[in-house]
């Protein structure tokens, strides 16, 4: 039986970071994936499908500009594009893979093993491994669970992966569908419906329980998103319930119910069902290990289970569902273990990018979750039109909105930006959130110029009453505002 100081199960982002930081304290580590390396993350999530997405950006701007550029319209190869894609996850396994692989030779200590199969953990010491025609048993001192998650079903729609899809089958599609409808109209439905319009050969149904998409995040971002989606074709199909899904002639049929009751059936090429993913522990466990579990996950403290020496990281616990988010928790959770973490963990200046037309990064609390939390605020809200790297992109659509406390500190408490280059814009108050800091911090540095950014540092000024571009004046491009837990009041400076 081979003994390590740390068995890892799940070589996704978050395990993956987990292994290679017991590394640095000098421990022996077992990383186990039963399937690719690099998870959902790499080959059904964010590197596979925003490869997709920033292929079809070039696209839909060469079908924007095409007479200008004097290439005219454009037929875009389904296959070329999948091979780009392709290439892209098979460079990023190749550089995770590489690095795996002589890990131990450039250590010159025999510290990782890599280890391909089906793990299942025995006891709070034992994992049992199985797979390529042979069992093993390891013992560990310590057990970090980072399985992952896989897209939600319901026994009720016709997934077969070949007609109607979950994002992790996408990658069987053939050929741009002429048509395609999306249940869910949450982040990953709202990326597909961008990607797919984007490139022109699809139209794109999109079907959204509420009066609008992406119901968590605030209106006036929605209102450009949704905007931009009907100008490329997407039907957004609002306050509709699916209240049936058929293949028919190998051909999608659905019926919707309306708030008002009334129906209408459609049909289309192929769905995607994009209602959520779901953590996958499904046989990891056994029963009498006592691991606590409910219908949202592995319930963890601080990325400790209910076992003292096991951990859980990244979507197998109901923590955030992101990348970042998993590589952060199984850094931490290492050091946890083995050492005191440099810094707590916390989730109020997690970063966040959808990768919709335009783009959305955020950081922080948005106006929804703060007014859920009680709190009154300052809002200024900055037209790209006012920004001179925007002007310079000849794409002046989108907006940086900052929130503020509503004090003479004005500690930041969230940003959003809508436009171009707006994940670039984000990490430093990302920082300043995480310090409690203020946006005064911001306001008076030596930005780039011209850059995104620098609307930010306008944001601070307009707060702090010494703006470049008054809000008296320019009433249209800026929004100026004091939430005082009831209403909306002008706070209107310079």
């Known amino acids: 039986m081979k003994k390590f100081d740390v068995c890892v199960i799940g070589g996704g982002p978050a395990g993956y970071a987990a292994a290679m930081r017991a590394i640095d304290f000098g421990k022996s580590v077992a990383l186990i994936e039963k399937d690719k390396l690099g998870g959902a993350g790499i080959h059904q999530g964010a590197l596979w499908s925003k490869t997709w997405w920033e292929i079809s950006r070039e696209a839909r701007m060469i079908n924007l500009h095409g007479n200008a550029l004097n290439v005219g319209s454009t037929e875009f190869s389904f296959e070329k594009v999948k091979g780009e894609v392709s290439d892209a996850v098979a460079e990023r396994v190749n550089l995770l893979s590489h690095h795996m692989e002589n890990i131990n030779l450039g250590l010159g200590e025999d510290l990782f093993e890599y280890i391909h199969g089906v793990a299942h953990v025995k006891d709070k010491n034992t994992v049992e491994v199985s797979g390529n025609g042979q069992d093993q048993t390891l013992e560990a001192d310590y057990i970090v669970l980072a399985t992952g998650s896989v897209p939600r079903k319901l026994p009720h729609l016709p997934i077969d992966e070949e007609i109607v899809f979950t994002s992790d089958g996408l990658s069987n599609l053939t050929k741009f569908p002429k048509s395609i409808v999306i249940v869910g109209a949450g982040v990953i439905g709202c990326e597909f419906a961008t990607i797919f319009s984007n490139f022109g050969h699809t139209k794109v149904h999109l079907i959204d329980k509420g009066d609008r998409i992406l119901p968590f995040e605030d209106e006036d971002v929605v209102k450009v998103i949704e905007k931009n989606l009907e100008a490329k074709g997407v039907l957004i199909h609002r306050n509709s319930k699916l209240i049936e899904m058929k293949v028919d002639e190998d051909e999608v049929v659905y019926i919707l119910e309306y708030n008002d009751g009334t129906k209408e059936s459609f049909r289309v090429e192929k769905g995607l069902i994009s209602i ?219």
């Open 276 to 494: 959520g993913r779901v953590p996958q522990y499904d046989q990891l466990l056994d029963e009498g290990l006592g691991v606590e579990v409910d219908n949202r996950g592995i319930k963890d403290d601080l990325t400790q289970t209910s076992v003292s020496n096991i951990y859980a990281v990244g979507d197998i616990t109901a923590d955030i569902s992101l990348v970042n988010v998993g590589e952060l928790e199984g850094r931490y959770a290492i050091e946890r273990i083995f050492g005191k973490p440099e810094q707590p963990l916390i989730y109020k200046n997690i970063s966040t990018i959808m990768f919709l037309d335009p783009e959305v990064a955020g950081v922080g609390m948005n106006e929804i979750q703060a007014k859920q939390a009680g709190l009154e605020y300052r809002t200024v809200s900055l037209s790209y039109e006012t920004n001179a790297r925007a002007t310079a992109m000849r794409n002046t659509e989108g907006f940086i909105k900052v929130l503020v406390t509503n004090d003479d500190d004005m500690n930041i408490l969230g940003m959003r930006v809508v436009g171009e280059h707006a994940s670039s814009a984000i990490q430093a108050v990302a920082l300043l959130i995480s310090q409690d800091k203020s946006i005064k911090e911001l306001a008076e540095l030596i930005h780039p110029h011209p850059s995104i950014i620098e609307g930010i540092q306008e944001c601070g000024r307009i707060l702090m009453g010494k703006p470049l571009f008054k809000p008296r004046v320019l009433r249209d491009a800026i929004r100026c505002q004091v939430w005082d837990g009831k209403s909306y009041k002008d706070l209107v400076s310079g």
